[in-house]
């Protein structure tokens, strides 16, 4: 409780210049007592193995409920609705989920399936007037990212990426910082995002599926990371590719790729994405007047850094509780986290993919 406290009162005084941004209330939505506003019902498509585990989080959850599935698998179905209270009337499958738009106890549906389906069922999603919470990478290039933000405008609902650590405690405070100015000028950032991947026959590795390799699926951490740690728009990239498995790693499927992006600025990100090597998981940001290093920087935590100020202390929360809790208090609320969550955000990201696998093919420095 102290701590709790402790770290309430740190971040009231650092929320002040920047009351817009961020209203701590979303981060410690999991730990409020009472709360008696309005509950964002949530169906989730995919019951896979990250599925499960925001599934899990919801139940920690003050403001988001699980209440329905979308699944292809009925054993997976018949599990959830014994495990969660689902009720048969808002159980789905991939044919006939359009008809959710006639359940009026189901506000959103989180599409928690492969990369290559998100465009296509965001959209079913979004005509059937529910709004959308779609993983990471919202699509599999920008093109798609923007049809599904024409999509969710047209229908007037909600779409939003599982951007988890813009959530995050630890990466909230050093975002926080380097608004206030506590780093200064920032000028280099470091992006290491990988690990080895296991069975070859998964649709992580099926470029209909997957869209692409390691990059999709982790490098676009460092992407988003680089984004939010230097505060700033990438405008060019360069980048390069090494394969030593194409067996595994066929045509499209990139196994590692180096790559630097340029800010305005003159600031500058040196970032590594790969499925060859473990222990990847790095942050490393320099600014004129001080320095930030996450290690772990995006897995599920606890996250562990410091800066040129000491470790940071805050506390290590769910980070999909979070996620949840404060996509409900944006959609009802019109809260907004530190940095945003929104379909303009993933297709951000996806403009900064599309030219990095570009410069990967062609050797060229891409300007975007
Ligand atoms: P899984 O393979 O574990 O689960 C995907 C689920 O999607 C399947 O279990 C299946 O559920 C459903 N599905 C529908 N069609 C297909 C198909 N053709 N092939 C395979 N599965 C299908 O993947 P993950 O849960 O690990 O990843 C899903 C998404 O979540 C990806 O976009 C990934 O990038 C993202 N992710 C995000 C993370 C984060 O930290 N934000 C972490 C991990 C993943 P069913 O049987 O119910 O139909």
New binding site residues.
């Given amino acids: 409780m102290g701590s709790r406290r402790n770290f309430l009162e740190k971040l009231t005084v650092s929320a002040i210049g920047i009351p817009l941004l961020y209203n701590s209330t979303s981060l410690f939505a999991a730990t409020e007592s009472a709360y008696e506003g309005p509950m964002l019902r949530v169906a989730i498509?995919?019951?896979?193995?990250?599925?499960?585990?925001v599934a899990e989080a919801m139940q920690s959850c003050k403001r988001a409920k699980l209440v329905g599935?979308?699944?292809?698998?009925p054993s997976?179905?018949e599990a959830w609705q014994a495990k969660y209270g689902v009720p048969k009337k808002n159980c789905y499958?991939?044919e006939n989920f359009d008809k959710i738009k006639d359940n009026p106890d189901i506000d959103a549906v989180y599409?928690?399936?492969?990369?290559?389906?998100?465009c296509e069922q965001s959209i079913r999603v979004a005509k059937a007037g529910k709004h959308v919470i779609c993983?990471?990478?919202m699509a599999i290039n920008a093109e798609e990212g923007q049809k599904m933000v024409d999509a969710c405008k047209a229908a007037n609902v909600k779409l939003l990426i599982?951007?988890?650590m813009h959530f995050e405690p630890k990466t909230v405070e050093v975002i926080r910082m380097r608004k206030a100015g506590e780093f200064g000028k920032p000028k280099f950032f470091q992006g290491l995002s990988g690990f080895v991947i296991g069975d070859p026959s998964?649709?992580?590795l099926n470029k209909k599926?997957s869209g692409g390799g390691a990059m999709?699926?982790i490098g676009i951490y460092s992407i988003n990371g680089a984004r939010y740690m230097l505060g700033e728009e990438p405008i060019w990239v360069t980048a390069q590719e090494t394969k030593t498995d194409p067996v595994k790693f066929k045509e499209g499927i990139d196994e590692t790729i180096q790559f630097q992006m340029g800010f305005p600025s003159g600031a500058v990100a040196s970032c590594l994405s790969t499925y060859a090597m473990n222990n990847l998981d790095r942050f490393f940001m320099t600014a004129e007047d001080g320095y930030v290093e996450m290690w772990p920087s995006?897995g599920?935590g606890p996250i562990e850094g410091s800066t040129h100020k000491g470790k940071l202390t805050q506390p290590h929360i769910t980070?999909?509780t979070l996620q949840m809790d404060g996509m409900a208090q944006l959609i009802f609320e019109n809260v907004q986290p530190i940095v945003p969550v929104d379909g303009e955000e993933g297709v951000k990201d996806m403009k900064i993919v599309d030219a990095i696998f570009k410069a990967a093919k062609t050797g060229d420095k891409i300007a975007l």
């Fill in positions: 498509m995919g019951l896979g193995s990250y599925g499960t585990r599935v979308i699944s292809g698998t997976k179905v499958n991939y599409v928690i399936t492969p990369n290559g389906l998100h993983e990471k990478p599982g951007y988890r998964q649709w992580r599926l999709m699926d995006t599920y980070h999909q």
